[in-house]
């Protein structure tokens, strides 16, 4: 090997690490450094754990932990949808390819198109209040946007709606890819649906349904901004009933320029997800030693 | 071989048409509503309009920047896409036929990098470019989205060339052919279906995109087509059927690109569906 050949590699890979380094490398550093300065435009003093103290002691800081926390019960609502329609679409029933299409589509629209959709739907005067006092239950015509009880639910069906098309598309494409042999075999011994169901299918997609439950976590702490902005008119509204973290770093960020204490709420939400993605390839590494 | 308990294929049918209507019903709605007028949505939200206008499509065309704001999402994903995928090839090329120190430490850290949410990198990022007075530039922006799509399209095209067969690489090489010639003659040819999906998954990607768009491109004269979106539904609060036809604008590129590519969408959804 000449030494110039030794050299081949590295001139390859030289623009992604930079970009690498530039996008994820330096962010990921100097979040850690300004969570403990007081910075002013684009540097400032050593404050120790200031800005912890002050992010930590706020309530509305809490408030938003507590709201992401709360979106996480939208998870087992999105594993079911997810699985009964992929196992249903995988047994290729008649127009299964059309059906595929169709329940892709919310993973296809941006959040903030559907966003600004279902906000005029679910408003107090809007279609679905409409269609439920046709329906004679007046009482679940709730005040869907506008009621800082009701609101954050209200985000949590639109999250379902489409985090679960992600849902459906990964299983489709684990069921698609299992072994037939196996099911058939399983239909020939006279195991009846519900019976292949739970103990050939369910455990060949244990992987799946564990990287996929994962990966929501992660959105639902870290990734639900372009909802929250848009369903709460660019705020968490109303008040701060829809507020989570996200918005929380974007507010101190921009709204009232203090990336310092920014920097600290990111490096905690950094820490929290730096685990999650360390369990995710745990968990993927098993999935895809199935 | 049946018994009783088992759901027969009309329960299927059902279940999947009720799952298809849901997944549907923001788009139909979307759609009937921008057809109506104010007065018309006033009294009818549920129906089909009775007589259909296109008034709402003018106005949202004519008073609205719908258009330019288009252009701007259209440059931010040619730029990130192209620059991206140039940069991945190479990489994932490296990665894929080369052997050298740390190349599984760089795709390890790579694809771990999918995962990371883009709210934490905001804030230095942000910091730096007001010193560079690099917010609302083109280029900046398309820096950013470069990075954020680029771990993916690492994973995927590792993948795929290390499906390539070795002895093509090794037929190319003893015919004389230098690294860079076997990756543009022999492998980016053979790689066409994935480069596509990877092209498709990361215009979605940038064209979706919120968060960067509204904090890196503050300009009006910058605006993206989603941070448009957030400015054109609280300006036009009260009139619902524009606001329903401005959505339709908004999504019909996509759309369009989805029924025109499904197979490649699906493909490109389905193998690295984690975005």
């Known amino acids: 090997m000449t030494p110039s050949s030794r050299l081949t590699p590295y001139l390859y890979v030289l623009p992604l690490v930079a970009l690498l380094a530039f996008v994820f490398g330096y962010p990921l550093l100097r979040i850690f450094e300004f969570s403990f ?8 003093p050593w404050i120790g754990l200031r800005n912890y103290q002050l992010v930590l002691g706020q ?8 709201h992401n926390l709360q979106l996480l019960l939208a998870i087992p609502v999105m594993v079911a949808i997810s699985l009964i329609v992929s196992v249903l679409l995988s047994e290729r029933v008649a127009g299964w390819k059309l059906y595929r299409i169709i329940v892709f589509v919310p993973f296809v ?15 107090f005067s809007g279609p679905v209040n409409e269609l439920l006092r046709w329906m004679s239950l007046d009482f679940m015509a709730l005040d869907w946007i506008g009621s800082s009880d009701v609101a954050l639910w209200t985000v949590m069906i639109l999250i379902i709606w489409r985090e679960s098309a992600l849902g459906i598309i990964l299983f489709l494409a684990r069921l698609l890819s299992l072994d037939e042999s ?11 649906w519900w019976h292949r169901l739970w103990h050939i299918i369910l455990p060949e997609m244990r992987g799946v349904i564990e990287f996929y439950m994962v990966i929501s976590v992660i959105t639902m702490l870290a990734a639900v901004f372009s909802y929250i902005y848009i369903m709460g008119g660019g705020r968490g509204g109303p008040g701060t009933s829809t507020e989570v973290v996200e918005l929380y770093i974007f507010n101190a960020l921009i ?13 905690m939400l950094f820490l929290v997800t730096g685990v999650l993605i360390f369990l995710l390839f745990r968990v993927r590494r098993r999935a895809e030693n199935f | 071989m049946r018994t009783p308990l088992q759901p027969s294929n009309v329960a299927k049918q059902l279940v999947l048409l009720f799952a298809a209507f849901l997944a549907l019903v923001p788009t139909i709605y979307m759609v009937i509503t921008a057809l109506k007028s104010d007065e018309e949505y006033a009294i009818d939200k549920l129906g089909f309009p009775h007589s259909p206008v296109l008034e709402n499509f003018r106005s949202v065309l004519v008073d609205s920047p719908f258009l330019y704001w288009m252009l701007n999402s259209g440059i931010l994903v040619a730029g990130a896409v192209m620059l991206s995928t140039a940069i991945s090839v190479l990489g994932a090329y490296a990665i894929a036929t080369m052997q050298f120190r740390g190349r599984d430490t760089l795709l390890a850290v790579s694809t771990s990098l999918m995962a990371v949410p883009p709210v934490v990198m905001i804030v230095p990022l942000f910091v730096l470019y007001t010193r560079l007075n690099m ?39 003893i015919d004389g052919a230098g690294q860079f010639t076997i990756l543009m003659k022999v492998v980016l040819p053979l790689s066409l279906p994935a480069l596509v999906t990877l092209i498709v998954v990361n215009s979605l990607y940038v064209w979706n995109d919120l968060l960067i768009a509204i904090i890196f491109m503050q300009d009006d004269a910058k605006r993206t087509l989603m941070a448009g979106i957030s400015v054109f539904s609280g300006r036009y609060n009260n009139q619902v059927p524009l606001t329903m036809a401005g959505m339709v604008i908004a999504s019909a ?8 590519f499904q197979k490649q969408f699906i493909r490109g959804l389905m193998s690295g569906a984690i975005k």
């Not at chain 1, 709204?255 to 490096?267: D, Y």
Request: aromatic letters at 12%; zero cysteines; hydrophobic letters at 55%.
């Open chain 1, 37 to 44: 300065k007081m910075v002013r435009g684009i540097d400032g």
């Open chain 1, 59 to 66: 309530s509305l800081f809490w408030e938003s932990v507590l």
């Open chain 1, 109 to 123: 629209l941006a959040i903030p198109i559907v966003a600004v959709v279902m906000k005029r739907m679910f408003q």
């Open chain 1, 182 to 192: 196996v099911i058939e075999a399983a239909k020939i011994d006279g195991a009846n």
């Open chain 1, 255 to 267: 709204r009232s320029s203090l990336p310092g204490i920014a920097s600290a709420a990111s490096v």
């Open chain 2, 135 to 173: 917010v609302s530039t083109y280029s900046g922006a398309i820096l950013i989205y470069a990075g954020l799509i680029t771990p993916f399209s690492v994973y995927l095209l590792v993948t795929f060339f290390r499906t390539v067969p070795r002895e093509l690489y090794e037929a190319a090489h």
């Open chain 2, 253 to 260: 590129p996509m759309f369009i690109l989805y029924v025109l």
